[in-house]
Structure formats: C-alpha cells, structure tokens
C-alpha cells in the first residue's frame, strides 16, 4: 500500500498496487483562522448650522438655527449608531469564521502507520488515512519553513530547507525537532530515509566547484549520508553517475537515484549500481531498492510500478472534486 498525493486536486489517499484500486480520500487537516480586529468606523461629522442672514428677524433666525442644531444631533447620534452596527457584524463574522483547509506542500510516510504533510512550518500527521471520523493532529511547528520531508511516523521524519536538517524520531511520544546545520554547507535539493536509521542528501547541482567552506572553491560531493541523533555525521558516497533529480528510499531497504533518464541504486557501502535506462522522465518516485518503485509519469501523471526489471501501467490517478474548503495551488509534489 501507498501513500499518493495529487497536487492539482489537494487530495491524499492511499493505493494498493496489488489491486490497482485507490483508496478513499482523505480530507486536509483545518485550522480555524485567529480573529481579525474590525476597523472602526468613524462617524461624518455633524454640518455646520448655517448663520442667519444679517437683515432677518432675530427670532426666526434663532429658531432656524436651533432646528439646524437639533438635526445635526440627530444625524450624529445615526452615524454612532451605524458605526456601532457595523462593528457588532465584523465581531460576529470573525467569532464564527470557518475552519480553512491547510494546503499541502509535501508529504511523507506510508499506508501502514500513517501519514504526514507540511505547510510552511506547519506539520500534521494521521494515523488513519482511510478512515473518515480520524483526525489530523498537529506537531510542533518547524524550526524554519520547510521546503522537504521524508521518513515515516513509525521511524521518524526528516525535513530539509536547503540548508538545515531537523529529525523527529519519536512523533508519538516525544514530539521534539532536533535541527542541525548541514556540514560541510551543501545546497540541498533533496533528502531520502526517515529519522531513525539514517538519510541521504543530494545537493544542487548548480556548480561542480562550491564555495560553500570557506570560500577555497573546493570540490564538495554530490550525496551525503547521515546518521546519528540530531543527524550531524556526514559521509560522503561515490559520486553518482548522473546528476541526480528524484530520490527515493531508506537505510534498510536502499535507496534509488532517479536523473538523465536512468535509474542507480545505492547501497550500505555508498556503491552506485545502475538499474535502468528509460526512454522517458519521472514527476516522482516512491519505494526503495528492494521493492521496487511506484512513479508518476507524463502531463496526466500516469501511476506507473516498477519491480527492478518490468515498467508496468497501473492507472490515471482518480479526478475527483474538490472539497469545498480545498483552497491549494497547484504545487509540484516534494521529495
């Protein structure tokens, strides 16, 4: 079973490769937005009472302004009342405002033990995707915007934001981000494993020679490894054949390479193997070096699984409505 997310319809749901069936779909964690300050509305000022001409009589004069004064009082005592009506609406609209669904900008974890999603700094996870009455319980926010995830509830989860790590090895009873800074300084672009039996990191790849220590423009690697509690040991790998794109896996099962239209798989020993060559491109990869992988291919995202030999069609992930609170943008699915 795994866990699919389809970002142009904001839905999470689940699907079994043996059966090529997707399971229910699982509305968004909602959080109910903090009440705004109405703006006070300040009442037009009362006009002037018009002077009488100097040639009237005194008293028509003196009762002319009196009924001036009288109205100007009266459409004072109107507009304090309106302000007073306007404000009592905002107050009421922003004490019953509607719970919003958090958009998802990544996912991570599987069917079996449950899944996770971030927006920004926020985290929330479920243990039951498939099951309509589960809630979404919210973790501690992030220590910075997140920008990856990867891992699962059972071993842990890691996030990434180009330049930090966090790790979260006990979600369920000690909730506690453990945030490190990479080093040596890479640009990471992305991050497989969990958080308790080690990740891999892959950098951009925007220039072979980095002056990210000290500025010397030394070669730094590709793809580190990491272990440890909070993750701070690096080592390094061969460095991959490719430039790397997708990453997929963990420190059990092994990870596989995804970029240049091939796929290499790494082992315990940071060794790269090829798998494949392919005659298209992948959007996303989930699974590791053992099982073999799921992928999503073309503009239509068509579920496509691989067993380390045979690509096999699955199916088109399933178009379905959107929930009346969805309110995501089209985001491009995170590894």
Same mark, same amino acid.
């Given at each position: 079973?795994?866990?699919?997310?389809? $970002?142009?319809?904001?839905?999470?749901?689940?699907?079994?490769?043996?059966?090529n069936?997707?399971g229910t779909?699982?509305?968004?964690?909602?959080?109910?937005?903090?009440?705004?300050s109405?703006?006070?509305?300040t009442?037009?000022?009362?006009?002037?009472?018009?002077?009488?001409?100097?040639?009237?009589?005194?008293?028509?004069?003196?009762?002319?302004?009196?009924a001036?004064?009288a109205?100007a009082?009266?459409t004072?005592?109107? $507009?304090?009342?309106a302000?007073?009506?306007?404000?009592a609406?905002a107050a009421?609209?922003? $004490?019953t405002?509607?719970s919003?669904?958090?958009?998802?900008?990544g996912?991570?974890?599987?069917?079996?033990?449950?899944?996770?999603?971030?927006?920004?700094?926020?985290?929330?996870?479920?243990?039951?995707?498939?099951?309509?009455?589960?809630e /979404?319980?919210?973790?501690?926010?992030?220590?910075?915007?997140?920008t990856?995830?990867?891992?699962?509830?059972?071993?842990?989860i890691?996030?990434?934001?180009g330049?930090?790590?966090?790790?979260m090895?006990?979600v369920? @009873?000690?909730?506690? /981000?453990?945030?490190?800074?990479?080093?040596?300084?890479?640009?990471?672009?992305?991050?497989?494993?969990?958080?308790?039996?080690?990740?891999v990191?892959?950098?951009?790849?925007?220039?072979?020679?980095?002056?990210?220590?000290?500025g010397?423009?030394?070669f730094?690697?590709?793809v580190y490894?990491?272990?440890?509690k909070?993750?701070s040991?690096?080592q390094?790998?061969?460095?991959?054949?490719?430039?790397?794109?997708?990453?997929?896996?963990?420190g059990? @099962?092994?990870?596989?390479?995804?970029?240049?239209?091939q796929?290499?798989?790494?082992?315990?020993?940071?060794?790269?193997?090829?798998?494949?060559?392919?005659k298209?491109?992948?959007n996303?990869?989930?699974?590791n070096?053992k099982?073999?992988?799921?992928?999503?291919?073309?503009?239509e995202?068509?579920?496509?699984?691989?067993?380390?030999?045979? /690509?096999?069609?699955? @199916?088109?992930l399933?178009?379905?409505?959107?929930l009346?609170?969805?309110?995501?943008?089209?985001?491009?699915?995170?590894?």
């Amino acid at each position: 079973m795994y866990v699919v997310f389809d $970002a142009l319809a904001g839905a999470i749901y689940t699907y079994d490769a043996k059966l090529n069936t997707f399971g229910t779909r699982c509305p968004l964690a909602e959080v109910k937005p903090p009440p705004e300050s109405p703006t006070p509305s300040t009442p037009p000022a009362p006009p002037e009472p018009s002077a009488p001409p100097v040639d009237s009589d005194p008293v028509a004069a003196a009762a002319a302004a009196s009924a001036t004064a009288a109205a100007a009082s009266a459409t004072a005592a109107a $507009a304090s009342a309106a302000a007073a009506a306007v404000s009592a609406t905002a107050a009421a609209a922003s $004490a019953t405002a509607a719970s919003v669904s958090v958009p998802v900008q990544g996912i991570a974890g599987n069917s079996k033990s449950g899944v996770a999603y971030f927006n920004n700094k926020q985290v929330f996870y479920r243990t039951d995707i498939d099951n309509s009455k589960a809630e /979404w319980k919210r973790l501690p926010d992030a220590p910075f915007p997140i920008t990856g995830m990867c891992g699962d509830l059972s071993n842990g989860i890691v996030i990434q934001n180009g330049d930090m790590l966090a790790q979260m090895t006990d979600v369920f @009873n000690s909730p506690v /981000w453990q945030s490190t800074a990479v080093s040596p300084r890479i640009p990471i672009k992305g991050i497989a494993g969990d958080g308790s039996n080690g990740i891999v990191v892959f950098r951009d790849r925007a220039a072979d020679l980095v002056g990210f220590d000290g500025g010397d423009k030394k070669f730094i690697p590709n793809v580190y490894t990491f272990t440890g509690k909070p993750y701070s040991a690096a080592q390094s790998t061969q460095e991959p054949p490719i430039f790397i794109d997708l990453l997929a896996g963990d420190g059990s @099962n092994g990870y596989i390479a995804f970029g240049e239209n091939q796929l290499f798989s790494l082992d315990a020993k940071g060794a790269w193997t090829k798998i494949s060559s392919l005659k298209f491109g992948l959007n996303a990869i989930v699974g590791n070096a053992k099982d073999g992988l799921l992928a999503l291919i073309g503009a239509e995202n068509f579920l496509v699984s691989f067993d380390l030999k045979t /690509w096999t069609l699955q @199916n088109a992930l399933p178009t379905l409505p959107k929930l009346p609170t969805d309110t995501t943008p089209a985001t491009k699915p995170n590894q």
